[in-house]
């Protein structure tokens, strides 16, 4: 399985799905979510879970990856760019925004794509796609431990990419 992303170029993202973009929610979150492509999944696919994190947060958040965007019960194999804000076909967890590092923001606000917002230097972000064979039962709003439980002995390949956003 292999997944790609006309949002990073040559291992950067582009400015508009983090800080320097224009979308952002009523907190200042940024909201313009990244395109992604999924190609060879496994031949007896269910669905899809996206995990966008940044582990160069660590130092920022005192020993925690920063989540940007958990979804789940994607049924298809591509995304367009900005559809966390507007899809309804896949449920979407809670990112790291509600945390108190994030400003406490509504777990309901914090339930979409929040970008890349790196406060020091330039940071990577890794994108995660795991496929699975099975449907999860999840509601808009779950955490990361409650997805990685419910992913547990479901996954059939896991893809990663990888690029740098600029403070």
């Known amino acids: 399985m292999q997944i790609s992303s006309s949002g990073i170029k040559d291992g950067k993202i582009d400015a508009k799905y983090g800080k320097h973009g224009s979308a952002k929610n009523k907190n200042g979150m940024p909201t313009y979510s990244l395109p992604l492509v999924i190609e060879n999944p496994p031949d007896n696919t269910k669905t899809f879970v ?41 449920v979407q967890g809670a990112n790291s925004w509600t945390s108190i590092q994030g400003g406490s923001q509504s777990r309901e606000l914090s339930s979409f794509y929040g970008g890349m917002a790196p406060p020091d230097t330039p940071h990577t972000y890794e994108l995660h796609v795991f496929a699975l064979d099975r449907e999860l039962n999840l509601k808009n709003g779950f955490y990361l431990n409650e997805l990685y439980k419910q992913m547990e002995n479901h996954i059939l390949a896991q893809a990663t990419i990888k690029g740098v956003y600029d403070n």
């Open 50 to 90: 996206i995990v966008l994190e940044d582990k160069d947060a660590y130092p920022v958040t005192k020993g925690f990856t920063w989540i940007h965007w958990l979804a789940a019960n994607l049924k298809r194999q591509e995304l367009k760019e900005n559809e966390s804000q507007t899809a309804k076909d896949f």
